[in-house]
């Protein structure tokens, strides 16, 4: 990050980072195509993608801001969506309007980022590695493999606090020659004029980005999702409206619940924990049951062969895993399945040639699939066919009456 920041042209949210409208003069002029061009400007409201904030957004002379850049030589680039032919000349005015909707959701991310990282530090001594600004999400990784949920608590709980106090928020220009290095969380090897941002006596750091002026208008932070990445922990937070927005939605969600399980909120959890396990007693009875139905199908194609076609619903894999074992002559199942029948069909050692035979003269280039002795499976298109197809396995390979 380039935290020793070009001040030309004039960064007006330097000295007010609530400006939310102004003017300025154009100072060139570019088209990119037809429909992009590329402004300069004598002084811009506009923050310039950097320090993980990304760029501002708004309208310059009415045209779409599509992005804006830090160039050579500090000059910022703004890319706009152009309306007409004519571009603004060279040292005409132009009014700059802030997206402040936009800006004011990243100056949430930028500070409750610095808050947290602080925080942090200062109660799992947890430092910063890298931050991300996301879309939905602001992303802390911390040079830590690891923290209890008790440390990560304590650190939202402080930060949360330190927004009820309502902190200042504060930055100030300083050479470099003057800034004490252990006052920053955070050393810095910029020269020359540096940007110290300051939460009181919290925190300190250098830092080019655009900021709140107090800890109170982020309003709450939530800790949402923590992920190990290379032996590191990324944490993902929702700061200010965001987690307003969450809280909202959360207490609706709950709202719902209670009524819908007649239980007191204090109970909804409990009450969660309990239907998943029922749950899985449901499904473990289940998977007994059909155990016990595919036994069922799979002794009476056995005994009785050499075909069948299931019903819906019947367990197909089940039938066809147990029939494997079984039987030891010819047997052909088939079940329905999405435009098309399933197959699987049971021979016995050195017979792979009879599958695709018995297939090819019966469904030709319609059938796909495979196996080794005793099964073999695959899918058929198109289901018109299924009882003839049972009709000829009873003639391809005779049932345990007609082989005696
Ligand atoms: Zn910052």
Redesign the pocket.
């Known amino acids: 990050m380039d935290v020793s920041a070009q001040r030309t042209p004039q960064m007006l949210f330097y000295d007010n980072q609530y400006l939310k409208t102004s003017t300025a003069r154009v100072v060139a002029a570019r088209a990119v195509d037809a429909a992009v061009a590329v402004l300069e400007l004598d002084q811009t409201l506009f923050y310039p993608e950097g320090?993980g904030?990304p760029a501002d957004r708004g309208t310059i002379a009415g045209m779409e801001l599509l992005d804006v850049q830090k160039g050579e030589d500090g000059a910022v680039l703004h890319t706009v969506r152009v309306a007409s032919d004519t571009l603004p000349a060279p040292g005409s005015e132009v009014r700059l309007e802030l997206n402040w909707a936009h800006r004011f959701a990243y100056m949430q991310q930028?500070?409750g980022?610095?808050l947290l990282s602080a925080m942090l530090k200062r109660t799992a001594d947890a430092g910063t590695v890298s931050v991300r600004q996301g879309s939905e999400t602001t992303t802390i990784e911390v040079d830590r493999e690891q923290l209890s949920a008790d440390q990560l608590g304590q650190a939202v709980r402080a930060a949360n606090a330190a927004i009820q106090q309502n902190l200042p928020i504060t930055a100030e220009w300083v050479a470099h020659t003057r800034i004490n290095q252990q006052e920053l969380r955070r050393p810095t090897s910029i020269t020359g004029q540096v940007r110290l941002?300051r939460i009181q006596d919290t925190d300190c750091?250098a830092?080019?980005?655009?900021?709140l002026s107090s800890t109170g208008e982020l309003g709450v932070i939530r800790l949402v999702g923590s992920e190990r990445i290379r032996g590191r922990l990324r944490l993902q937070f929702l700061i200010g409206q965001r987690a307003v927005e969450e809280y909202l939605y959360l207490g609706e969600m709950a709202s719902d619940l209670v009524q819908r399980f007649s239980t007191p909120v204090t109970q909804l959890h409990q009450q969660i924990l309990q239907l998943e396990e029922k749950q899985l007693e449901l499904k473990q009875e289940l998977a007994a049951l059909q155990l016990a139905q595919a036994e069922t199908i799979s002794r009476r194609i056995a005994a009785n062969g050499p075909g069948e076609l299931l019903q819906d619903g019947d367990p197909f894999p089940e039938v066809a895993r147990q029939l494997g074992k079984l039987a030891s002559t010819p047997r052909l199942v088939l079940a329905p399945a999405t435009a098309g029948l399933r197959w699987a069909m049971v021979l016995p050692e050195g017979s792979r040639e009879d599958v695709a035979r018995f297939m090819d003269g019966f469904f030709a280039e319609r059938w796909k699939g495979g196996g080794k002795p005793p099964l073999f499976q695959g899918v058929v298109a198109g289901v018109e066919a299924a009882d003839p197809c049972v009709q000829h396995a009873l003639a391809a390979f005779p049932g345990p009456a007609a082989a005696d």
Do not use: D, L, N
Request: net charge neutral.
């Open positions: 320090g904030q930028h500070s980022q610095h941002v750091v830092c080019a980005g655009v900021h």
